[in-house]
Nanobody
Framework: QVQLEESGGGLVQPGGSLTLSCRHS????????IGWFRQAPGMERVGVSC????????YYADFAKGRFTTSRDNSKSSTILQMNSLEPEDTATYYC????????????????????WGQGTQVTISS
């Protein structure tokens, strides 16, 4: 049974940092990438980052480059999203998802590419 569960969301002041964790099970990580996505109120869900299967290549949306880093914690069967220099525009519900191989790696952060989703964790950036 595939399960993904996000944690680590919360309220942070602008300029602060937050670490999200996606604990996953039942997913063959040699076949599936783990993507992070976010959805702000009234907005469509968009991709944030992707950590590929196998070699652990990464891909980031433009707004995430230089501020966000995704990595794997094998000891905890988790994928991490480290977010720095947070801005109010980063306020959203953040989701992790398991993404099967895509023709282009950049498609890994297209929401329709994902097969399995977590329930999401709320991130609020406000002073």
């Amino acid at each position: 049974q595939v399960q993904l569960e996000e944690s680590g969301g919360g309220l942070v002041q602008p300029g602060g940092s937050l670490t999200l964790s996606c604990r996953h099970s039942g997913i063959p990580l040699d076949q599936y990438a783990i993507g992070w996505f976010r959805q702000a109120p009234g907005m469509e869900r968009v991709g944030v980052s992707c950590l590929s299967a196998g070699k652990g290549l990464t891909y980031y949306a433009d707004f995430a480059k230089g501020r966000f880093t995704t990595s794997r914690d094998n000891s905890k069967s988790s994928t991490i999203l480290q977010m720095n220099s947070l801005e109010p525009e980063d306020t959203a519900t953040y989701y992790c998802a398991a993404v099967p191989p895509t023709l282009l790696f950049s498609s890994c952060i297209v929401p329709s590419s994902a097969d399995f989703w977590g329930q999401g964790t709320q991130v609020t950036i406000s002073s």
